[in-house]
């Protein structure tokens, strides 16, 4: 008899089990729980395989095809989990949470390890966690044109004991063509809807969420609807800093990169930028004139930034002039100008 654990129960119990997912590599990498280690039943090819006989032959068939497959691994399997178990309790999960997660929770019980099955597997979870994403939170939206500092800002507000989300940091991405780490790649899109729960999970929901303006959009991952719905609606506090501060900020920023990084970054924008300010911007690069391919970039993103703005309800957004740019003082203006207009 396979024990059984329920979905809304894993988050509170998930430090007391080792966590395995056994989909196929593919499955694990567009998104799996955090913390899960993946011991794949089936390779993608095998997996495929059994797909294509369950619909094509017979469930009969893909299912003993599927056992001599798993029955070539199954010592591995066992290894491996014992590894990961470390005396404590395994909670297994697949897609559906049946065969694969059944048997192998099966196996690992014939040789002794207390294992458990997730009920309705992943896909489960992801139900479960879309829906707690829909729980209501008072939000307030940090903007302001690009070069302004507002994840720093943010960031600052949090070590004063402010509830932030670091949504570009959970993407790995700024939020611009200029944005992506050339270092460190972005998550799947499924797989930064996790780790953004892990960050949604601890919130006080009776205490104010601040965020960062953002579009749909952060890089190559999408915010879900539901929270993209809230961002747009939410009070924007629009931030103004000098144009001198955002160039300085920028040029920061992106000069630890390799000089290609930009000129593809240019590439990128080239069309909106216009033909003759895509060419100074390169022309500058070449020369090591930064801040003058900063200030190009910057008549850019500002329209753009105008742009997404104009979307808005024009009474939700209200601008504060920051006196200094340095994100101490800059956290604590956000702060009281919030408390002032009584917007938290």
């Given at each position: 008899?396979?024990?059984?654990?329920?979905t809304?129960?894993?988050l509170?119990?998930?430090?007391?089990?080792?966590?395995?997912?056994?989909?196929?590599?593919?499955?694990?990498?567009?998104?799996?729980?955090?913390?899960?280690?993946?011991i794949?039943?089936?390779?993608?090819?095998?997996?495929?395989?059994?797909?294509?006989?369950?619909?094509?032959?017979?469930?009969?068939n893909?299912?003993?095809?599927?056992?001599?497959?798993?029955?070539?691994?199954?010592?591995?399997?066992i290894?491996?989990?014992?590894?990961?178990?470390?005396?404590?309790?395994?909670?297994?999960?697949?897609?559906?949470?049946?065969?694969?997660?059944?048997?192998?929770?099966?196996?690992?019980?014939?040789?002794?390890?207390?294992?458990?099955?997730?009920?309705?597997?992943?896909?489960a979870?992801?139900?479960?966690?879309?829906?707690?994403?829909?729980?209501?939170?008072?939000?307030?939206?940090?903007?302001?044109?690009?070069?302004?500092?507002?994840?720093?800002?943010?960031?600052?507000?949090?070590?004063?004991?402010?509830?932030?989300?670091?949504?570009?940091?959970?993407?790995?991405?700024?939020?611009?063509?200029?944005?992506?780490?050339?270092?460190?790649?972005?998550?799947?899109?499924?797989?930064?809807?996790?780790?953004?729960?892990?960050e949604?999970?601890?919130?006080?929901?009776?205490?104010?969420?601040?965020?960062?303006?953002?579009?749909?959009?952060?890089?190559?991952?999408?915010?879900?609807?539901?929270?993209?719905?809230r961002?747009?609606?939410?009070?924007?506090?629009?931030?103004?800093?000098?144009?001198?501060?955002?160039?300085?900020?920028?040029v920061?920023?992106?000069?630890?990169y390799?000089?290609?990084?930009?000129?593809?970054?240019?590439?990128?924008?080239?069309?909106?930028?216009?033909?003759?300010?895509?060419?100074?911007?390169?022309?500058?690069?070449?020369?090591?004139?930064?801040?003058?391919?900063?200030?190009?970039?910057?008549?850019?993103?500002?329209?753009?930034?105008?742009?997404?703005?104009?979307?808005?309800?024009?009474?939700?957004?209200?601008?504060?002039?920051l006196?200094?740019?340095?994100?101490?003082?800059?956290?604590?203006?956000?702060?009281?100008?919030?408390?002032?207009?009584?917007?938290?």
């Open positions: 008899m396979i024990n059984i654990v329920e809304n129960k894993i509170e119990l998930r430090e007391k089990y080792s966590l395995i997912d056994v989909r196929s590599p593919g499955e694990f990498a567009k998104g799996h729980i955090p913390g899960a280690v993946n794949p039943l089936f390779s993608d090819d095998e997996r495929a395989d059994v797909g294509t006989r369950y619909k094509q032959v017979s469930r009969e893909a299912m003993m095809v599927g056992l001599e497959y798993a029955a070539e691994h199954s010592a591995e399997y290894s491996q989990a014992k590894e990961i178990s470390q005396g404590k309790p395994v909670l297994v999960y697949c897609w559906r949470g049946g065969q694969r997660s059944n048997a192998f929770c099966h196996l690992l019980q014939s040789v002794g390890l207390d294992s458990y099955r997730l009920k309705d597997g992943y896909k979870y992801k139900g479960f966690i879309r829906e707690e994403f829909k729980r209501e939170i008072k939000l307030i939206i940090v903007g302001g044109m690009t070069g302004s500092g507002k994840t720093e800002k943010l960031l600052q507000m949090q070590k004063m004991g402010e509830q932030v989300i670091d949504l570009e940091g959970i993407a790995i991405h700024k939020g611009s063509a200029f944005g992506y780490s050339p270092i460190t790649p972005q998550p799947a899109n499924e797989h930064f809807e996790n780790l953004l729960y892990e949604w999970r601890k919130l006080d929901f009776k205490k104010v969420l601040w965020l960062e303006d953002e579009s749909r959009m952060i890089g190559r991952v999408q915010i879900n609807d539901c929270l993209f719905g961002i747009r609606s939410a009070t924007v506090i629009k931030i103004v800093v000098q144009s001198s501060d955002r160039i300085k900020r920028l920061e920023d992106y000069t630890e390799d000089k290609q990084y930009l000129i593809d970054a240019f590439e990128r924008i080239s069309r909106r930028l216009g033909g003759e300010s895509y060419q100074k911007a390169i022309a500058a690069l070449e020369v090591d004139d930064f801040a003058t391919a900063a200030e190009l970039a910057l008549r850019y993103y500002d329209n753009a930034y105008e742009y997404g703005l104009s979307k808005r309800n024009n009474n939700t957004i209200v601008e504060l002039v006196s200094n740019d340095l994100p101490e003082i800059a956290a604590q203006e956000i702060i009281a100008f919030a408390e002032t207009n009584k917007l938290n």
